[in-house]
């Protein structure tokens, strides 16, 4: 069975060591409200700027936490999302996070996906300042997971920004 290198990519954080949030003393993530910009459709030549919000709500469990979403791009194309996100500290500051959600896609005057239900998940990386906020780059993708016989899919590429409330 060949396993396609999205999905690893998205779930290497699950296989790094455990262990790594112990070793550099840093607590669960808690609630966090995350500005970004970047672009939609970076695979294609129909790129739109985007600009999204979420917040990220406290840990649970296993540093895996609820987190909502929405993002607005060019040609009137919006999505919301409601999912989860695992987020494992790393040495030096620095974090990796992956996240899944359900997602309502509007397409607007942009990208047509084949389905109003769509999938979007994503891989971040993350460098945590003395002050808590971090600085995230995020590579994503948003699928319909052949829910409709027309499923394109699009790739996310984001930088972004965290602020922490606690």
Known sequence: MKIPCRILIFLLPF?????????TGMAPPGPELVAGAGLLSIDRGEKQWLASADWRFSSFKWNIRPWLGAA????GTWFLSAGVIYTLPM??????SVGFAPTDYRA????????????????EAGYVRTSGQVFNLRFGHISNAH???YNPGTEVLMLSWSVPFH
Not at 113 to 123: M, V
């Open 91 to 96: 040495d030096s500051g620095w974090r990796m």
């Open 147 to 149: 829910l409709a016989s």
């Open 108 to 123: 607007g005057n942009g990208k047509f996906l084949g389905e109003s239900l769509e999938f979007y998940s994503f891989a």
């Open 72 to 75: 607005f791009a060019e040609r």
């Open 15 to 23: 296989f790094i060591n455990q262990r790594a949030s112990a070793q």
